[in-house]
């Protein structure tokens, strides 16, 4: 079965500093593979996708980066982080090809606070 | 403009009792589907149901079913015998056929649900 693990499960980082959250997927080849945040008490933001190695597709400008080095890892980066980037985190994780039923399965979050 | 609306912010359901989750959504892609997810205070986002726009019968998996209306654009969950377990947040989200922008899940604001003993 697939399974779905993103660590470190919560960090407290102060401004300016740099952010690695990492993403890994088992049982699965070839995934399509997402970041989002979910801002308190608000619905969940895509913030970039991947449907390959070395591919990624940002959907809301900010400082924050994504890779993916390895087909099953998806790496969230920040050079320097911003108050504003405290949230939670999701990775997540979808088969190809991509179409209404491919469900999307989420890891267990990342806590982010920015002090 | 808002894709997916959910009007509860909060519902609150007697354990053992049946409740509804509104989502209503708004596509013009004739090729969609549409997830309810489940967020306990823990964090993780728990797939619950899906249903295809070319469905022709509701979705159903164990105590969840979606009340799938194509022409009134309504996809409400409902929860049978509820367990105090249930307590959570609900998200309802859609997925845009090929047409869209590479199929990313869109979420409502979510439905606070409290099951009370």
């Known amino acids: 079965s697939q399974t779905i693990h993103q660590w470190p499960a919560t960090l407290v980082q102060p401004v300016g500093s740099p952010l690695s959250l990492e993403c890994t997927v088992e049982g699965t080849s070839n995934p399509n593979l997402y970041w989002y945040r979910q801002a308190a008490g608000r619905g969940l933001q895509l913030l970039f996708y991947?449907?390959?190695?070395?591919?990624i597709s940002s959907e809301v400008p900010q400082n924050l980066s994504a890779s993916r080095p390895q087909d099953r890892q998806f790496i969230l980066s920040s050079k320097k982080l911003l108050l504003s980037d405290s949230g939670f985190y999701l990775c997540?994780?979808?088969?190809?090809?991509?179409?209404?039923?491919?469900?999307?399965?989420f890891g267990e979050g990342s806590w982010l606070t920015v002090v | 403009a808002q894709k997916i609306t959910q009007t509860q912010p909060g519902m609150f359901v007697q354990e053992k009792e049946a409740v509804t989750l509104d989502c209503t959504y708004d596509?013009?892609?004739?090729?969609?589907?549409l997830f309810w997810y489940k967020q306990p205070s823990s964090g993780e986002m728990i797939f619950l149901i899906y249903?295809?726009?070319?469905?022709?019968q509701n979705a159903t998996e164990g105590r969840y079913s979606l009340n799938f209306q194509k022409a009134r654009k309504s996809a409400n969950l409902v929860i049978s015998a509820s367990q105090l377990g249930d307590s959570a947040m609900y998200f309802c989200a859609m997925r845009e056929g090929l047409g869209g922008s590479q199929g990313n899940l869109i979420f409502g604001k979510g439905t606070k649900l409290s099951v009370k003993p």
């Open positions: 249903q295809g726009s070319y469905d022709q």
């Open positions: 991947s449907v390959g190695i070395g591919q």
């Open positions: 997540a994780w979808s088969v190809l090809p991509q179409g209404s039923g491919n469900t999307i399965y």
């Open positions: 596509t013009s892609d004739p090729s969609y589907g």
